[in-house]
């Protein structure tokens, strides 16, 4: 945390020098101590560190200056530093005027020349207002600063890839506060231009993607090596699980992931059913323990997203969305799958303005005490629903079928019976999403007929499907582009012609030899996070049988 600033003002050098040592001497353990040359050029430095949120403790000014003089200077330091301790330094003809700007410049003591010895005549008196300042004094919040909107898609794609990397921030609604608006306004900025992140630093980046963001708070975007063992495309359960046995067992190992590690399951709240965690665990949290413990055998991970996979005789190189490419021997593909869209007119104009994909998180504390929707019937659409049952009045869950039974876990299915503020509209499906800026209200179809009810936030949970669409053809998949693994490539007995090997697939290997597939992408996968960590960590056993065979 940066130490507070004393600032001390004088057009004489030789005096300045002097108030410049003997302060540092009592205090420059605790505060930094700042130098100006006349009312004017301290004017300057103080609006410099207002705009960086340096926490200036006292001004000390002589009185007599060219230009701008003590009195006047300091009762304008007060309009930018309100709060800072303001000191006079006098020669003893200017003690009246002195005791005047008391009252009508709100100075907080004044200081005759000289203040030998300083013991005696500086530091009683500075001691005595900086413990005051002190007592009052609030640390200013050190993190990034997001200034969003909160029905903005690109502001809700920001905070969310915050969060789910631990960066801490705070979040400014520009609607909430003209300080707010100021802070953008003293840019040059408008909210147009949001969301605008600001840096401890002073710096900031105006609606910024993942990659420059990602570089800015210290996520590594390059690789370091040129060449790897294995390279995991996806670091949700499988592919963290990979990156741990992958490095553990001596495999140089590059993790590739755009959000963050996790995948699914640290976008959900809470994973009742995960081995070895009697009370649950949170999805991000796992993220992060995995995240750790991979690092910690040597594993590398790049915030990036795989746009390609080029296939060059043993080599296997993944294109990155920056243009980079990393090449290995090996490739593991546990990219999961993307939430499926929900198909009815204002879904795609009101995505992020208040229709929201997986648990989004993120969100929950803005629904405090508002009423929330959530779309579907299986385990997902139930814990999100209990999650935002402990912030929101009331949570509707919209569901198609005539209850939860036949799609959700029973455990889930008690819990939500047991909590109050959860309401089931059974067969009920949504038909439009009302709203031009943000979501306002749902038409609704149930039993009774079609309605219309006002509406801030609908959360979506309606199936999934793979991203596969970037991999090269020859990788085999199903019709809904599961990738094909294993046994799964041969049809009618008969492997595809474009295995070539002499030897059989490997249980998860794709039919491009060298490249596997774990986790949800998988054709025919279990969808729990168990067996995505489970594929994942034998995965790598297949990947060392294959890599023996060069
Ligand atoms: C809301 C919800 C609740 C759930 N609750 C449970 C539960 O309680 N218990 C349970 O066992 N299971 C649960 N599941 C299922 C579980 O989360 C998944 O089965 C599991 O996460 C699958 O892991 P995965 O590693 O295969 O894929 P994912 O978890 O989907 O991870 C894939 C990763 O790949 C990344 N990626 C995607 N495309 C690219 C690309 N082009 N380049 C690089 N990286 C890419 C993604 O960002 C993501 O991080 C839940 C799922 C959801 C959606």
Redo the contacts with the bound molecule.
Sequence with gaps: MARPILLAVDDDTSVLEAVVQDLRRQYGATYRVMRAASGQAALDTLDQLKARQEPVALILSDQRMPGIAGVEFLERARTIYPDAKRVLLTAYADTEAAIRAINTARIHYYLNKPWDPPEEKLYPVLTDLLDDWNAGYQPPFEGLRVIGHRWSLNDHKVRSFLSRNQVPYRWLDVAASPDTLKLLTDRQLNPDQLPVVLFADGTWLVDPDVESLAGRVGLSTQATQEFYDLVV????????AAAVYGASEGLRTLV?????????????S?????LGFPSGIT?ADLGRRAHAQASRFGSEFLT????GLRIDGQYRFVQLADGQEVSSHAVLL????H?RKLDIPGADRLTGRGIYY??ALVEAAACKDEEVFVVGGA??AG??ALHFARFACKVTMLVRGPGLAATMSKYLIDEIERTSNIVLEAKTQVLEAIGEERLEGLKLLGPQGATTVPASSLFV?IG?AP?TD?LPKSLLRDDQGFLLAGPQLRTDGKLPEIWKEPREPFLLESSVPGVFV????RHG?V??????VG??SIAVQFVHQYLAGF
């Design positions: 495309v996806g670091a949700g359960p499988a592919g963290l590739i992931e755009p959000e963050a590690p996790g995948g699914q399951a640290g976008s959900t809470r994973i009742e059913n995960y999805g990036q997203r795989a746009t546990s990219t999961g799958v939430y997986g648990a385990n997902s814990q999100a949970f999934a991203g970037w774990a986790g949800d992408i996968s969808k729990r996070v168990a067996s995505a594929e994942g």
